[in-house]
Each structure stands twice: as structure tokens, then as C-alpha cells.
């Protein structure tokens, strides 16, 4: 069965520093990994995606993500954050029959 | 384009009873899936639905069961409800061709329900 963790519940940053939110999946064959990410009021929406090809993907909003295949893992990132940047992000996997989503991680940043 | 619209957006039930909730997808889109999201919880797939048909589910119980329509609208029921069913209840649809081309989610805003 395919699992999704995400290691930081809840991240506090200032603006301009870098981020980077943790995510590591479980499943044996193919994968597609994902961030979605919620903004305060609004609904859940794609930042990245990742199917194949380049490991590393760009998203929306200066994000990008790392496919390291060996690790299982699907960390986010982002060089320099902004205020409004403040949300809810999860990570999700697509590997047999569903798409599976982690518990998410709620950033906020100071202004 | 329109994007994916639930009903209702806010519900109170009581325990026992049967809940129906509604979800119109995106235009173009034929898979719609149906998640549960609980305070605090990232969304748990119940299960989706790809031209009329379950394709895919999750580890919820029977009573928790849907529909898909023709449009590619789709409904949830839960039968008997629970206080541990009380969540945001999300619509998603995509694009897909079934459960490996249903990639790519367009959420609703989500039906929250309270059971007392």
C-alpha cells in the first residue's frame, strides 16, 4: 500500500528565508508525486507535479520540488519566501489506484 | 470555465441518519473523486468514480457510497452516520481516462459536516 509523510506540521519563517518541507512517500512501483497547497480561504490547488522526466520540477509561485527516487522522496522548496506565501501544503502520491495525500504541513510567515 | 462546485457548504445531522452531498466537475472533466478531510488531516480518499463507474477505493466502509451522472456530476451518501464522520467533505474532478490519467485534481470548496 502507498503512504505519504510530511515531517514539519507547522513551520514559521520570515520573509526572504528559504524553505524547504519535507516529504517522503512509500510504494514499490511508479509513482507521480504532487504538492497541492491551500491559502487561507480558498480551495486546494496544484503548486507541482511531477510524472517523469527531469527529477526536478518547477511549480507555480517560484516553488520547485526534487524527485529523489533513491530516497523516496519529493522535498519542496523555495529560495526566498514572501508573505504570502502563508498556506497549507501537501504532498501527494499517485501510485496504484489512488491518490494519497499526507497529513500537511501549515507554513506561516512573518512579515 | 467553471470549476468544481459542492452542495451543500455547511450541514448538521444527527447520529443514525443519512447525508447526500453534491458535486458538479469541472467542465471536460469525466473522473470525479471524493475525499474526507478531518480537522487537522490531510484528505483521505473515499473513492472515485470514471463514466458512472467506481474505479478506485479507499478504506472507508460501505455505507459510504456514490454516483456518478451521465454529466459526470457525482454524489456522496453516507448512510448511518457517525460522529467520527463529521469533516470537510472535498470534490475533486480531473481530466483522466481513468485511475492512472486521473492525475492532475481540480478541488471544490468542500461540504463541511457537523454530526451531533
Do not use: M
Not at chain 2, 448538521?12 to 475525499?35: A, D, E, F, M, P
Amino acid at each position: 500500500a502507498q503512504s505519504v509523510s510530511q515531517h514539519n506540521h507547522h513551520v514559521i519563517l520570515s520573509e526572504a528565508a528559504s524553505l524547504e518541507l519535507g516529504c517522503n512517500y512509500s510504494y514499490g512501483g511508479t509513482v507521480n508525486l504532487f504538492w497541492y497547497v491551500q491559502y487561507p480561504g480558498q480551495h486546494l490547488q496544484l503548486l507541482l507535479k511531477y510524472f517523469s522526466g527531469d527529477p526536478l520540477v518547477k511549480g507555480i509561485k517560484g516553488f520547485e520540488a526534487e524527485f529523489i527516487k533513491s530516497k523516496f522522496s519529493f522535498n519542496l522548496r523555495k529560495p526566498s519566501v514572501q508573505w504570502s506565501d502563508t498556506a497549507e501544503y501537501f504532498c501527494a502520491v499517485n501510485g496504484d489506484d489512488k491518490i494519497i495525500f499526507g497529513k500537511g504541513t501549515r507554513l506561516h510567515i512573518l512579515p | 470555465e467553471t470549476g468544481v462546485t459542492q452542495s451543500p457548504t455547511h450541514l448538521i445531522k444527527t447520529r443514525g441518519q443519512q447525508v447526500t452531498l453534491r458535486c458538479s466537475s469541472q467542465s471536460g472533466h469525466n473522473t470525479v473523486s471524493w475525499y474526507q478531510q478531518a480537522l487537522g488531516q490531510g484528505p483521505q480518499f473515499i473513492f472515485q468514480y470514471y463514466r458512472e463507474e467506481e474505479n478506485g477505493r479507499g478504506n472507508f466502509p460501505p455505507r459510504f457510497s456514490g454516483l456518478q451522472f451521465p454529466n459526470y456530476s457525482s454524489e456522496l451518501n453516507v448512510n448511518a452516520l457517525e460522529l467520527d464522520d463529521s469533516a470537510l467533505y472535498l470534490c475533486a474532478s480531473s481530466p483522466g481516462q481513468g485511475i492512472q490519467g486521473a492525475n492532475v485534481l481540480t478541488f471544490g470548496a468542500g461540504s463541511r459536516l457537523t454530526v451531533l
